[in-house]
């Protein structure tokens, strides 16, 4: 999904790319997030710009497999290098 990005954002509310949209996300979903049985009692983070371009779809089918959606980040550098800093 990442190397299409662009296109399907330039391209929102055709019914074919939300639909690529939304298997990518659910391929997410289901291949990674459901490894993990603290996934559904706890908020999950996402960082990065595909989560957060596209966090409306993330989260309605996070809540669809009710999963609670913590923060999503665009870029995540800034919290990183601040939180660094802090233990100094």
Not at 3 to 9: G, M, V
Not at 46 to 62: E, H, N, Q, R, T
Request: hydrophobic content about 40%; some cysteine; overall charge negative.
């Amino acid at each position: 999904i990442a190397s299409f990005a662009i296109f399907l954002a330039e391209n929102r509310g055709h019914y074919m790319i939300e639909n690529i949209i939304e298997d990518g996300i659910n391929d997410f979903i289901t291949a990674h997030l459901y490894k993990f049985p603290q996934a559904w009692s706890n908020p999950i983070h996402f960082s990065g710009s595909i989560a957060y371009g596209f966090k409306d779809v993330l989260i309605d089918l996070c809540n669809s497999y009710e999963l609670t959606v913590g923060s999503i980040i665009k870029e995540p550098m800034p919290g990183l290098i601040k939180f660094y800093n802090s233990k100094q």
